[in-house]
């Protein structure tokens, strides 16, 4: 594939498109966007960021439904985890992770918010830490995945093996607060990469590789 390209497959059945106005209006996109093109992360941000999900963590997975899910299920499926050693990064409160648990040997869930972390069930080891510094060496993990998280390129440049895939998931397609397009996740990666990208549900998602 040629560097920089995004391949889309067809849409899942069922995709909505129709999405009402919200995250694109969002404060917290331009956050993710300085985040993923501009090392806008710094500990102020990282300690308001806490904050705000610290606060929002008792009553987050009310927000679940079967159409967020299908992103993440689709994802999964058409997209998948490459390897055993996979990370999910800013799981919260777990509307993705075991469905991700389900499909990898071994998997661990990173959360800056302890209280998000604190409303996971199942047996995923759960770790509280900063995803801008992971707890990781070099090339140790297989896949990253990231659900409606801010991506941080160069940690994950450094933590995927070589052969490393990033995937990347937004529930509610570019009306997530955190959002970034496919292309935008691509152009963000410090080297070469590619994706395949996809739609399910009311989400939208990315399998990004090493060219
Ligand atoms: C929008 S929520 C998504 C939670 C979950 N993945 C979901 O889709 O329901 C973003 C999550 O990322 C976490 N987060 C934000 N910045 C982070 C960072 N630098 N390191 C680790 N987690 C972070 C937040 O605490 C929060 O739980």
Do not use: C
């Not at 992770?97 to 995923?124: W, Y």
């Amino acid at each position: 594939m040629t560097p920089g390209s995004v391949t889309w497959l067809p849409d899942a059945p069922g995709t909505v498109t129709d999405l009402e106005v919200f995250g694109s209006v969002s404060p917290i996109r331009k956050v993710t966007e300085q985040v993923a093109f501009d090392d806008g992360w710094d500990a102020s941000r990282r300690d308001k960021v806490r904050e705000l999900f610290d606060g929002m963590a008792a009553e987050w997975s009310s927000r679940f439904g079967d159409e967020r899910e299908a992103s993440i299920i689709d994802a999964l499926d058409r997209g998948g985890v490459r390897g055993d050693k996979v990370v999910e990064l800013g799981a919260g409160s777990g509307l993705g992770t075991n469905e991700i648990a389900a499909r990898a040997a071994d998997l661990v869930a990173l959360d800056l918010s302890m209280k998000m972390l604190r409303e996971q069930s199942g047996g995923t080891p759960l770790v509280q830490g900063d995803a801008s510094t992971l707890p990781l060496p070099d090339a140790a993990v297989d896949t990253l995945v990231l659900v409606n998280m801010f991506l941080f390129p160069s940690e994950v440049d450094r933590v995927l093996t070589g052969a490393g895939r990033l995937l990347w998931i937004n529930t509610n397609g570019h009306e997530t607060p955190i959002y970034l397009s496919p292309e935008d996740v691509v152009a963000a990666m410090p080297g070469s990469w590619t994706a395949i990208a996809g739609r399910a549900g009311t989400g939208i998602w990315a399998a990004v590789d090493r060219v």
